[in-house]
Protein backbone atom coordinates (compact mmCIF):
# COMPACT_ATOMS: atom_id res chain seq x y z
CA UNK A 1 0.00 0.00 0.00
CA UNK A 2 1.33 3.03 -1.00
CA UNK A 3 0.77 6.69 -0.35
CA UNK A 4 -1.13 9.23 -2.55
CA UNK A 5 0.24 12.98 -2.92
CA UNK A 6 -0.99 15.70 -4.96
CA UNK A 7 1.69 18.43 -6.00
CA UNK A 8 1.00 22.21 -6.88
CA UNK A 9 3.54 22.43 -9.50
CA UNK A 10 3.92 26.13 -9.33
CA UNK A 11 6.04 28.71 -11.52
CA UNK A 12 7.90 29.81 -8.30
CA UNK A 13 6.92 27.82 -5.77
CA UNK A 14 6.05 24.18 -5.70
CA UNK A 15 3.77 22.38 -2.99
CA UNK A 16 3.18 18.73 -1.77
CA UNK A 17 0.41 17.13 0.01
CA UNK A 18 -1.05 13.40 1.31
CA UNK A 19 -4.06 12.66 3.26
CA UNK A 20 -2.99 11.42 6.64
CA UNK A 21 -4.71 8.76 8.72
CA UNK A 22 -7.67 10.39 9.28
CA UNK A 23 -8.35 11.47 5.76
CA UNK A 24 -7.38 14.84 6.23
CA UNK A 25 -4.83 16.84 3.35
CA UNK A 26 -1.35 17.38 5.23
CA UNK A 27 1.42 19.06 4.10
CA UNK A 28 4.62 17.15 3.05
CA UNK A 29 7.44 19.23 3.81
CA UNK A 30 10.44 18.94 1.57
CA UNK A 31 14.28 17.71 3.21
CA UNK A 32 15.01 20.96 3.97
CA UNK A 33 11.42 21.30 6.64
CA UNK A 34 9.64 23.62 4.57
CA UNK A 35 6.58 23.68 3.48
CA UNK A 36 7.22 25.08 -0.09
CA UNK A 37 10.11 24.48 -2.64
CA UNK A 38 11.63 26.75 -4.83
CA UNK A 39 10.83 25.77 -8.40
CA UNK A 40 13.82 26.79 -9.86
CA UNK A 41 17.05 24.78 -10.74
CA UNK A 42 21.08 25.41 -9.89
CA UNK A 43 23.90 23.49 -11.87
CA UNK A 44 26.77 22.16 -9.75
CA UNK A 45 29.75 20.15 -10.97
CA UNK A 46 27.18 18.21 -13.25
CA UNK A 47 24.13 17.99 -10.71
CA UNK A 48 20.81 19.79 -10.81
CA UNK A 49 20.01 20.58 -7.57
CA UNK A 50 16.62 21.93 -6.84
CA UNK A 51 15.22 24.67 -4.28
CA UNK A 52 16.87 27.66 -2.22
CA UNK A 53 19.93 28.19 -3.04
CA UNK A 54 18.87 27.85 -6.77
CA UNK A 55 16.45 30.36 -6.01
CA UNK A 56 19.11 32.92 -4.41
CA UNK A 57 21.23 32.50 -7.53
CA UNK A 58 18.01 32.97 -10.58
CA UNK A 59 19.30 35.13 -13.02
CA UNK A 60 22.69 34.96 -11.81
CA UNK A 61 24.65 33.61 -15.03
CA UNK A 62 23.68 30.73 -16.72
CA UNK A 63 23.85 27.85 -14.04
CA UNK A 64 20.01 28.84 -12.88
CA UNK A 65 16.74 28.61 -14.18
CA UNK A 66 13.51 28.99 -13.03
CA UNK A 67 10.08 30.25 -14.08
CA UNK A 68 9.65 27.31 -17.00
CA UNK A 69 6.52 26.71 -15.95
CA UNK A 70 5.33 29.36 -18.14
CA UNK A 71 7.16 27.61 -21.46
CA UNK A 72 5.46 24.25 -20.92
CA UNK A 73 3.92 22.93 -23.99
CA UNK A 74 6.04 25.31 -26.79
CA UNK A 75 8.43 23.86 -27.95
CA UNK A 76 11.36 25.30 -27.28
CA UNK A 77 14.10 24.37 -25.17
CA UNK A 78 16.04 26.45 -22.83
CA UNK A 79 19.81 26.73 -21.67
CA UNK A 80 21.32 25.62 -18.18
CA UNK A 81 25.11 25.38 -18.20
CA UNK A 82 26.04 24.30 -21.56
CA UNK A 83 23.03 22.01 -22.27
CA UNK A 84 19.10 22.31 -23.63
CA UNK A 85 16.33 21.11 -22.08
CA UNK A 86 12.16 21.37 -22.26
CA UNK A 87 10.27 22.94 -19.96
CA UNK A 88 8.81 19.48 -19.33
CA UNK A 89 12.45 18.23 -18.50
CA UNK A 90 13.01 21.05 -16.34
CA UNK A 91 9.53 20.27 -14.77
CA UNK A 92 10.28 16.98 -14.19
CA UNK A 93 13.91 17.85 -11.90
CA UNK A 94 11.41 19.71 -9.88
CA UNK A 95 9.12 16.85 -9.56
CA UNK A 96 11.91 14.18 -9.19
CA UNK A 97 13.18 16.27 -6.38
CA UNK A 98 9.38 16.46 -4.72
CA UNK A 99 8.96 12.60 -4.98
CA UNK A 100 12.13 11.75 -3.32
CA UNK A 101 11.53 13.86 -0.58
CA UNK A 102 8.41 12.74 -0.30
CA UNK A 103 9.38 8.73 -0.36
CA UNK A 104 11.88 10.04 2.80
CA UNK A 105 9.23 11.39 4.73
CA UNK A 106 6.16 9.34 4.08
CA UNK A 107 7.37 6.21 2.26
CA UNK A 108 6.71 4.91 -1.20
CA UNK A 109 4.14 6.65 -3.45
CA UNK A 110 1.15 4.94 -5.09
CA UNK A 111 0.03 7.76 -7.47
CA UNK A 112 0.48 11.67 -7.48
CA UNK A 113 -1.72 13.90 -8.58
CA UNK A 114 -0.24 17.59 -10.50
CA UNK A 115 -2.13 21.02 -10.66
CA UNK A 116 -2.09 22.80 -14.12
CA UNK A 117 -3.51 26.23 -14.82
CA UNK A 118 -7.13 25.75 -16.00
CA UNK A 119 -6.07 28.14 -18.65
CA UNK A 120 -3.71 25.54 -19.87
CA UNK A 121 -3.79 23.89 -23.33
CA UNK A 122 -3.64 20.26 -24.95
CA UNK A 123 0.13 20.73 -25.26
CA UNK A 124 0.75 22.10 -21.47
CA UNK A 125 -1.10 19.57 -20.27
CA UNK A 126 0.31 16.81 -22.64
CA UNK A 127 4.30 18.33 -21.10
CA UNK A 128 2.81 18.35 -17.50
CA UNK A 129 1.81 14.39 -17.99
CA UNK A 130 5.69 13.89 -19.40
CA UNK A 131 7.39 15.99 -17.24
CA UNK A 132 5.44 13.55 -14.37
CA UNK A 133 6.51 10.29 -16.59
CA UNK A 134 10.33 11.28 -16.50
CA UNK A 135 10.05 11.94 -13.29
CA UNK A 136 8.93 8.62 -12.31
CA UNK A 137 5.58 9.30 -10.61
CA UNK A 138 2.90 7.17 -11.34
CA UNK A 139 0.28 10.39 -12.72
CA UNK A 140 -3.20 9.51 -14.26
CA UNK A 141 -4.80 12.56 -13.28
CA UNK A 142 -3.93 16.12 -13.62
CA UNK A 143 -6.63 18.19 -11.89
CA UNK A 144 -6.94 22.51 -12.70
CA UNK A 145 -5.45 24.34 -9.92
CA UNK A 146 -8.63 26.50 -9.09
CA UNK A 147 -10.38 23.03 -9.06
CA UNK A 148 -8.13 21.69 -7.01
CA UNK A 149 -7.99 24.77 -4.45
CA UNK A 150 -11.87 25.11 -4.19
CA UNK A 151 -12.52 21.38 -3.21
CA UNK A 152 -9.73 22.04 -0.56
CA UNK A 153 -11.77 24.92 0.79
CA UNK A 154 -15.24 23.21 0.14
CA UNK A 155 -13.51 20.14 2.48
CA UNK A 156 -12.00 21.77 4.84
CA UNK A 157 -13.94 25.12 4.98
CA UNK A 158 -15.85 23.86 8.52
CA UNK A 159 -19.06 24.50 7.36
CA UNK A 160 -20.77 22.88 4.22
CA UNK A 161 -20.53 25.22 0.98
CA UNK A 162 -23.66 25.64 -1.25
CA UNK A 163 -23.94 28.21 -4.54
CA UNK A 164 -21.61 30.53 -6.66
CA UNK A 165 -18.15 30.85 -5.42
CA UNK A 166 -15.13 32.07 -7.12
CA UNK A 167 -11.22 31.02 -7.06
CA UNK A 168 -8.95 33.86 -7.01
CA UNK A 169 -5.47 33.07 -7.51
CA UNK A 170 -2.81 35.44 -8.15
CA UNK A 171 0.55 33.46 -7.71
CA UNK A 172 4.27 34.05 -9.04
CA UNK A 173 3.95 33.76 -12.81
CA UNK A 174 0.09 33.43 -13.47
CA UNK A 175 -3.33 34.93 -12.97
CA UNK A 176 -6.67 32.71 -12.65
CA UNK A 177 -10.39 33.39 -12.30
CA UNK A 178 -12.87 30.90 -11.59
CA UNK A 179 -16.60 30.37 -11.08
CA UNK A 180 -17.63 27.60 -9.92
CA UNK A 181 -21.36 26.10 -8.03
CA UNK A 182 -20.54 24.29 -5.05
CA UNK A 183 -22.80 21.63 -4.16
CA UNK A 184 -21.65 20.56 -0.76
CA UNK A 185 -18.41 18.48 -1.77
CA UNK A 186 -19.24 18.77 -5.38
CA UNK A 187 -17.37 21.09 -7.18
CA UNK A 188 -18.53 22.60 -10.72
CA UNK A 189 -16.22 25.03 -12.56
CA UNK A 190 -18.75 27.04 -14.69
CA UNK A 191 -16.11 29.61 -16.17
CA UNK A 192 -12.40 30.48 -15.94
CA UNK A 193 -10.32 32.40 -17.40
CA UNK A 194 -6.36 33.10 -16.79
CA UNK A 195 -3.39 35.24 -17.52
CA UNK A 196 -0.37 33.41 -18.04
CA UNK A 197 1.99 35.77 -16.92
CA UNK A 198 0.70 37.85 -14.44
CA UNK A 199 1.77 37.31 -10.85
CA UNK A 200 4.26 37.77 -8.12
CA UNK A 201 7.42 37.65 -10.86
CA UNK A 202 6.23 40.97 -12.20
CA UNK A 203 6.30 42.83 -8.87
CA UNK A 204 9.61 41.39 -8.36
CA UNK A 205 10.58 43.27 -11.71
CA UNK A 206 8.91 46.51 -10.33
CA UNK A 207 10.87 46.26 -7.22
CA UNK A 208 14.01 45.84 -9.43
CA UNK A 209 12.83 48.68 -11.19
CA UNK A 210 12.32 51.11 -8.71
CA UNK A 211 15.39 50.25 -7.08
CA UNK A 212 17.35 51.10 -10.53
CA UNK A 213 15.72 54.26 -10.53
CA UNK A 214 16.01 55.57 -6.93
CA UNK A 215 19.74 54.32 -6.93
CA UNK A 216 20.02 56.07 -10.33
CA UNK A 217 18.94 59.26 -8.43
CA UNK A 218 20.83 58.51 -5.35
CA UNK A 219 24.27 57.62 -7.26
CA UNK A 220 24.05 59.15 -10.51
CA UNK A 221 24.82 55.44 -11.56
CA UNK A 222 23.38 52.08 -13.06
CA UNK A 223 22.52 49.65 -10.73
CA UNK A 224 24.10 46.17 -11.79
CA UNK A 225 21.79 43.19 -11.87
CA UNK A 226 23.89 41.89 -9.61
CA UNK A 227 23.98 43.92 -6.89
CA UNK A 228 20.10 43.78 -6.52
CA UNK A 229 18.95 40.27 -7.68
CA UNK A 230 15.00 38.76 -8.12
CA UNK A 231 15.53 37.36 -5.22
CA UNK A 232 16.22 40.60 -3.52
CA UNK A 233 13.57 42.43 -5.08
CA UNK A 234 11.39 39.61 -3.96
CA UNK A 235 12.50 40.20 -0.17
CA UNK A 236 11.57 43.47 -0.04
CA UNK A 237 8.23 43.12 -2.19
CA UNK A 238 7.51 40.65 0.83
CA UNK A 239 8.12 43.25 3.23
CA UNK A 240 6.22 45.68 1.39
CA UNK A 241 3.34 43.48 2.19
CA UNK A 242 3.67 44.28 6.29
CA UNK A 243 5.15 47.68 6.01
CA UNK A 244 4.58 51.65 4.51
CA UNK A 245 8.72 51.61 3.71
CA UNK A 246 11.76 49.55 2.96
CA UNK A 247 14.98 50.89 3.46
CA UNK A 248 17.60 48.73 1.12
CA UNK A 249 21.41 49.12 1.58
CA UNK A 250 23.04 48.80 -1.80
CA UNK A 251 26.75 49.05 -2.18
CA UNK A 252 27.01 50.51 1.11
CA UNK A 253 24.08 53.33 -0.44
CA UNK A 254 20.74 53.17 1.14
CA UNK A 255 17.72 53.60 -0.99
CA UNK A 256 14.25 53.53 0.04
CA UNK A 257 11.30 51.90 -1.23
CA UNK A 258 7.71 52.97 -0.54
CA UNK A 259 4.38 50.90 -1.03
CA UNK A 260 2.73 53.83 -2.04
CA UNK A 261 4.90 53.90 -5.07
CA UNK A 262 4.86 49.94 -5.40
CA UNK A 263 0.80 50.41 -5.61
CA UNK A 264 1.27 53.07 -7.99
CA UNK A 265 3.09 51.24 -10.04
CA UNK A 266 1.79 47.78 -10.20
CA UNK A 267 -1.54 49.44 -10.44
CA UNK A 268 -2.27 48.82 -13.61
CA UNK A 269 -1.64 44.85 -13.35
CA UNK A 270 -4.23 44.95 -10.70
CA UNK A 271 -6.68 46.37 -13.13
CA UNK A 272 -5.78 43.81 -15.91
CA UNK A 273 -7.09 41.41 -13.14
CA UNK A 274 -9.95 42.96 -11.94
CA UNK A 275 -11.29 43.35 -15.75
CA UNK A 276 -10.63 39.39 -15.86
CA UNK A 277 -13.03 39.18 -13.48
CA UNK A 278 -15.35 41.21 -14.40
CA UNK A 279 -15.58 39.64 -18.17
CA UNK A 280 -15.48 36.39 -16.26
CA UNK A 281 -18.92 37.25 -14.19
CA UNK A 282 -20.20 37.98 -17.89
CA UNK A 283 -19.88 34.63 -19.20
CA UNK A 284 -20.56 32.84 -16.19
CA UNK A 285 -24.01 35.16 -16.28
CA UNK A 286 -23.56 35.94 -13.10
CA UNK A 287 -23.63 38.87 -11.27
CA UNK A 288 -21.36 39.87 -8.52
CA UNK A 289 -24.16 39.77 -5.94
CA UNK A 290 -24.70 36.24 -6.84
CA UNK A 291 -20.97 35.56 -5.54
CA UNK A 292 -21.29 33.68 -1.75
CA UNK A 293 -17.97 33.89 -1.27
CA UNK A 294 -13.89 34.15 -2.77
CA UNK A 295 -11.72 31.73 -1.88
CA UNK A 296 -8.24 33.52 -2.25
CA UNK A 297 -4.96 30.97 -3.82
CA UNK A 298 -1.90 32.14 -4.17
CA UNK A 299 1.04 33.84 -2.72
CA UNK A 300 0.18 37.66 -4.09
CA UNK A 301 -3.00 37.55 -2.69
CA UNK A 302 -0.69 38.91 0.62
CA UNK A 303 -0.27 42.26 -1.11
CA UNK A 304 -2.69 44.47 0.56
CA UNK A 305 -3.55 46.08 -2.64
CA UNK A 306 -4.74 42.92 -4.40
CA UNK A 307 -6.58 41.81 -1.52
CA UNK A 308 -8.01 45.51 -1.34
CA UNK A 309 -8.76 44.60 -5.35
CA UNK A 310 -10.70 41.86 -4.59
CA UNK A 311 -12.61 43.44 -1.32
CA UNK A 312 -13.83 45.92 -4.02
CA UNK A 313 -14.44 43.85 -7.26
CA UNK A 314 -16.46 40.94 -5.59
CA UNK A 315 -18.22 43.76 -2.66
CA UNK A 316 -17.63 41.05 0.00
CA UNK A 317 -14.41 39.84 2.27
CA UNK A 318 -12.15 36.73 1.01
CA UNK A 319 -12.22 33.88 2.61
CA UNK A 320 -8.72 32.97 3.06
CA UNK A 321 -8.47 30.56 5.87
CA UNK A 322 -5.01 28.12 5.39
CA UNK A 323 -1.98 29.17 3.96
CA UNK A 324 -2.89 30.89 0.51
CA UNK A 325 0.49 28.70 -1.22
CA UNK A 326 -0.70 25.31 0.03
CA UNK A 327 -4.74 25.30 -0.70
CA UNK A 328 -3.40 23.86 -4.37
CA UNK A 329 -1.18 21.07 -3.30
CA UNK A 330 -3.79 20.04 -0.39
CA UNK A 331 -6.85 20.36 -2.53
CA UNK A 332 -4.23 18.05 -5.44
CA UNK A 333 -4.03 15.43 -2.28
CA UNK A 334 -7.87 15.56 -2.03
CA UNK A 335 -8.30 14.46 -5.49
CA UNK A 336 -5.38 12.33 -5.68
CA UNK A 337 -7.35 9.72 -3.13
CA UNK A 338 -10.58 10.57 -4.77
CA UNK A 339 -9.15 9.70 -8.42
CA UNK A 340 -6.95 6.99 -7.47
CA UNK A 341 -7.44 3.27 -6.30
CA UNK A 342 -9.19 3.14 -2.91
CA UNK A 343 -7.35 0.22 -2.25
CA UNK A 344 -4.21 2.52 -1.22
CA UNK A 345 -6.95 3.93 1.72
CA UNK A 346 -7.56 2.99 5.10
CA UNK A 347 -11.29 2.84 6.51
CA UNK A 348 -11.30 6.13 8.09
CA UNK A 349 -9.76 7.61 4.78
CA UNK A 350 -12.10 6.11 2.23
CA UNK A 351 -15.21 7.74 4.22
CA UNK A 352 -13.64 10.64 4.41
CA UNK A 353 -12.84 10.25 0.34
CA UNK A 354 -16.20 9.26 -0.33
CA UNK A 355 -17.57 12.91 0.48
CA UNK A 356 -15.73 14.35 -2.28
CA UNK A 357 -17.25 14.94 -5.87
CA UNK A 358 -15.94 17.19 -8.73
CA UNK A 359 -17.27 17.57 -11.76
CA UNK A 360 -15.79 19.89 -14.79
CA UNK A 361 -16.52 21.80 -17.54
CA UNK A 362 -14.75 23.01 -21.06
CA UNK A 363 -12.50 26.40 -20.61
CA UNK A 364 -12.67 26.84 -24.50
CA UNK A 365 -14.82 25.85 -27.47
CA UNK A 366 -13.35 22.92 -29.98
CA UNK A 367 -14.85 23.02 -33.86
CA UNK A 368 -13.74 22.92 -36.73
CA UNK A 369 -13.65 24.30 -40.36
CA UNK A 370 -16.25 24.14 -42.56
CA UNK A 371 -18.52 25.58 -45.79
CA UNK A 372 -21.56 26.30 -44.42
CA UNK A 373 -24.86 27.72 -46.55
CA UNK A 374 -26.10 31.09 -45.97
CA UNK A 375 -29.22 31.24 -47.62
CA UNK A 376 -29.32 35.21 -46.76
CA UNK A 377 -26.56 35.98 -48.99
CA UNK A 378 -27.09 33.26 -51.00
CA UNK A 379 -23.71 31.75 -50.62
CA UNK A 380 -21.22 29.28 -49.70
CA UNK A 381 -19.01 30.54 -46.61
CA UNK A 382 -16.31 29.16 -45.03
CA UNK A 383 -16.17 29.49 -41.35
CA UNK A 384 -15.85 27.76 -38.19
CA UNK A 385 -18.27 25.18 -36.65
CA UNK A 386 -18.37 24.29 -32.79
CA UNK A 387 -18.46 20.65 -32.36
CA UNK A 388 -17.93 20.67 -28.24
CA UNK A 389 -18.86 23.90 -26.45
CA UNK A 390 -17.38 25.90 -23.63
CA UNK A 391 -18.80 25.14 -20.47
CA UNK A 392 -19.80 21.33 -21.53
CA UNK A 393 -19.16 18.95 -18.77
CA UNK A 394 -16.30 16.83 -18.70
CA UNK A 395 -15.14 14.12 -20.09
CA UNK A 396 -17.19 14.59 -22.87
CA UNK A 397 -17.60 13.01 -26.41
CA UNK A 398 -19.74 15.05 -28.93
CA UNK A 399 -20.51 13.98 -32.77
CA UNK A 400 -21.54 16.16 -35.61
CA UNK A 401 -21.98 15.24 -39.23
CA UNK A 402 -20.74 16.94 -41.89
CA UNK A 403 -21.54 16.67 -45.51
CA UNK A 404 -19.11 16.33 -49.07
CA UNK A 405 -19.18 19.28 -51.22
CA UNK A 406 -19.14 17.87 -54.56
CA UNK A 407 -19.12 14.67 -56.92
CA UNK A 408 -16.12 12.54 -56.74
CA UNK A 409 -14.63 13.77 -54.02
CA UNK A 410 -11.66 11.83 -53.09
CA UNK A 411 -10.24 13.85 -49.93
CA UNK A 412 -11.00 16.22 -46.99
CA UNK A 413 -8.88 18.93 -45.58
CA UNK A 414 -9.80 18.61 -41.84
CA UNK A 415 -8.42 21.39 -39.31
CA UNK A 416 -9.39 21.16 -35.64
CA UNK A 417 -9.79 24.46 -34.35
CA UNK A 418 -9.93 25.86 -30.49
CA UNK A 419 -11.62 29.14 -29.50
CA UNK A 420 -12.59 31.00 -26.18
CA UNK A 421 -15.87 32.03 -27.53
CA UNK A 422 -17.91 30.51 -30.06
CA UNK A 423 -16.66 32.25 -32.85
CA UNK A 424 -17.31 31.44 -36.72
CA UNK A 425 -14.69 33.78 -38.20
CA UNK A 426 -11.68 31.80 -38.87
CA UNK A 427 -9.39 34.26 -38.75
CA UNK A 428 -10.24 34.55 -34.42
CA UNK A 429 -9.98 30.84 -33.54
CA UNK A 430 -6.32 28.77 -32.93
CA UNK A 431 -5.91 26.13 -35.42
CA UNK A 432 -4.60 23.12 -33.50
CA UNK A 433 -4.31 20.72 -35.79
CA UNK A 434 -4.50 20.07 -39.70
CA UNK A 435 -4.89 17.17 -41.90
CA UNK A 436 -6.63 14.89 -44.37
CA UNK A 437 -8.70 12.20 -45.05
CA UNK A 438 -8.65 10.36 -48.25
CA UNK A 439 -12.37 8.72 -49.03
CA UNK A 440 -13.49 6.40 -51.69
CA UNK A 441 -13.32 7.91 -55.47
CA UNK A 442 -16.90 7.96 -57.46
CA UNK A 443 -19.57 8.99 -55.32
CA UNK A 444 -21.91 12.08 -55.09
CA UNK A 445 -21.49 14.63 -53.10
CA UNK A 446 -23.15 14.62 -50.06
CA UNK A 447 -21.36 11.90 -47.90
CA UNK A 448 -21.62 11.76 -44.77
CA UNK A 449 -18.76 12.39 -42.52
CA UNK A 450 -18.96 11.91 -38.43
CA UNK A 451 -16.44 14.15 -36.44
CA UNK A 452 -15.95 12.90 -33.10
CA UNK A 453 -14.25 14.86 -30.67
CA UNK A 454 -13.64 13.88 -26.75
CA UNK A 455 -12.57 15.45 -23.94
CA UNK A 456 -10.63 13.13 -21.29
CA UNK A 457 -10.48 13.83 -17.97
CA UNK A 458 -7.35 15.26 -18.26
CA UNK A 459 -8.52 18.01 -20.86
CA UNK A 460 -6.51 16.17 -23.06
CA UNK A 461 -8.52 16.18 -26.80
CA UNK A 462 -8.54 13.21 -28.91
CA UNK A 463 -10.79 13.84 -32.15
CA UNK A 464 -11.73 11.02 -34.88
CA UNK A 465 -12.70 11.48 -38.59
CA UNK A 466 -14.65 8.82 -40.11
CA UNK A 467 -16.11 8.34 -43.47
CA UNK A 468 -19.72 6.88 -42.15
CA UNK A 469 -20.41 4.63 -45.63
CA UNK A 470 -16.71 3.07 -46.26
CA UNK A 471 -15.80 3.46 -42.56
CA UNK A 472 -12.84 4.77 -43.62
CA UNK A 473 -11.40 6.61 -40.48
CA UNK A 474 -8.47 9.08 -39.01
CA UNK A 475 -7.78 9.42 -35.26
CA UNK A 476 -6.10 12.51 -33.46
CA UNK A 477 -4.19 12.52 -30.21
CA UNK A 478 -3.65 16.19 -29.86
CA UNK A 479 -0.70 15.31 -28.37
CA UNK A 480 2.73 17.85 -28.04
CA UNK A 481 3.74 18.12 -32.07
CA UNK A 482 7.21 17.48 -31.45
CA UNK A 483 8.61 15.21 -28.08
CA UNK A 484 11.54 17.31 -27.37
CA UNK A 485 11.76 16.05 -24.18
CA UNK A 486 15.36 14.50 -22.84
CA UNK A 487 14.91 10.96 -21.54
CA UNK A 488 14.86 9.79 -18.32
CA UNK A 489 18.06 8.43 -18.20
CA UNK A 490 19.99 11.65 -19.85
CA UNK A 491 17.65 13.37 -16.63
CA UNK A 492 18.38 10.69 -13.88
CA UNK A 493 22.20 11.87 -14.35
CA UNK A 494 21.53 15.07 -13.02
CA UNK A 495 19.79 14.37 -10.41
CA UNK A 496 20.83 15.00 -6.48
CA UNK A 497 20.82 12.29 -4.41
N1 LIG B 1 3.93 38.19 1.87
C1 LIG B 1 3.96 38.28 0.56
N2 LIG B 1 3.81 39.48 -0.06
C2 LIG B 1 3.87 39.58 -1.40
N3 LIG B 1 4.07 38.55 -2.23
C3 LIG B 1 4.23 37.35 -1.67
C4 LIG B 1 4.19 37.14 -0.26
N4 LIG B 1 4.38 35.82 -0.01
C5 LIG B 1 4.56 35.23 -1.20
N5 LIG B 1 4.47 36.14 -2.20
C6 LIG B 1 4.63 35.92 -3.64
O1 LIG B 1 3.78 34.89 -4.07
C7 LIG B 1 4.35 34.30 -5.22
C8 LIG B 1 4.32 32.81 -5.07
O2 LIG B 1 3.01 32.42 -4.87
P1 LIG B 1 2.58 30.93 -5.16
O3 LIG B 1 3.49 30.01 -4.42
O4 LIG B 1 1.16 30.84 -4.89
O5 LIG B 1 2.86 30.94 -6.71
P2 LIG B 1 3.09 29.76 -7.73
O6 LIG B 1 2.15 28.67 -7.40
O7 LIG B 1 4.54 29.48 -7.82
O8 LIG B 1 2.70 30.45 -9.08
P3 LIG B 1 1.62 30.09 -10.16
O9 LIG B 1 0.38 29.71 -9.41
O10 LIG B 1 1.50 31.35 -10.90
O11 LIG B 1 2.19 28.98 -10.93
C9 LIG B 1 5.77 34.79 -5.34
O12 LIG B 1 5.84 35.77 -6.36
C10 LIG B 1 6.00 35.39 -3.97
O13 LIG B 1 6.95 36.42 -4.01
MG1 LIG C 1 0.03 28.41 -7.85
Redesign the pocket.
Known amino acids: MGNVIGI?L????SAMSTIDETGRPKIVTNSEGKN?TP?CILLTENKLEVGEEARRMLGLDDNTCGRF?REMGKNIKLKLGNKEYSPADLSAVVLKKLKQDAEKSIGEISEAVVTIPANFNNEAREATMDAAKIAGLNVQYIVN?PTAAALYYAFEGGHELGGIYAVY?L????FDISIIQVNGQDVDVIATNGVQVL???DF?NIIIEMAKEKYKEVTGETLASEDFTKSNA?EE??SL?KREKVTVRINRQIIELTKKEFEEKIAYLITQAEMLCESTFDEAKISVSDIKGVFLV???T??PAVLQSVKDTFKQEPISTVN??EVVSLGAALYAAYKGDKANLNTVQKKAIEQISVTESTSKCFGTEAIVRNEARNSDEVMNTIIIRKGEKIPCEKTSSYFTSHEGQTRIKIKITESVAPEEDMNFVKIIWEGELDLPPDRPAGQELLFTYKYDDNQIMKCKFVDKESGKEKKVELSMANNNSNTASEIEEFLVE
Do not use: A, L, N, Q
Not at 10 to 13: H, P, R
Not at 171 to 174: A, E, K, R, S, W
Open positions: DGTTYISKEDGGGTGGDDEKKSGGSRVVD
